[in-house]
């Protein structure tokens, strides 16, 4: 599977930006999605992961209640929306996907398979 994503920018504090990631190869609907993120001098962390399943996403503490995932199978691609962002959320950001059962969502990096470029979030105060 290769992953491709795009939709990073500059934003000031508060302000909203939407990340998206497109796949192509493998069959999407079979694949588990994620969103980290590495800030500099910093360890890649999690941010977020959905499911087989639309129904199924869990988001890191730091990004409850402000950042959305979601995908779409037709379009073969997972969105990550991010509100009431904040200086601390400038990351360089990263899509990440592998094949897995229904019921498993991995949450750590190195149970992902396949990974994006990544795109870079700055968020000025």
């Known amino acids: 599977v290769q992953l491709q994503a795009f939709g990073g920018g500059l934003v000031k504090a508060g302000g909203s930006l939407r990340l998206s990631c497109a796949a192509s190869?493998?069959?999407?609907?079979?694949?588990?999605l994620g969103w980290f993120r590495q800030a500099p001098g910093k360890e890649r962390e999690f941010v977020t992961a959905?499911?087989?399943?639309?129904?199924?996403?869990y988001y890191g503490d730091s990004v409850k209640g402000r950042f959305t995932i979601s995908r779409d199978n037709t379009k073969k691609t997972v969105t990550l929306q991010m509100t009431s962002l904040k200086p601390e959320d400038t990351a360089v950001y990263y899509c990440?996907?592998?094949?897995?059962?229904?019921?498993?969502?991995?949450?750590?990096?190195?149970?992902?398979?396949?990974w994006g470029q990544g795109t870079q979030v700055t968020v000025s105060s």
């Open positions: 990440a996907a592998r094949e897995t059962i229904m019921t498993h969502i991995p949450l750590t990096e190195q149970e992902y398979k396949s």
């Open positions: 190869g493998g069959t999407f609907s079979r694949l588990s």
């Open positions: 959905i499911g087989r399943s639309t129904s199924s996403t």
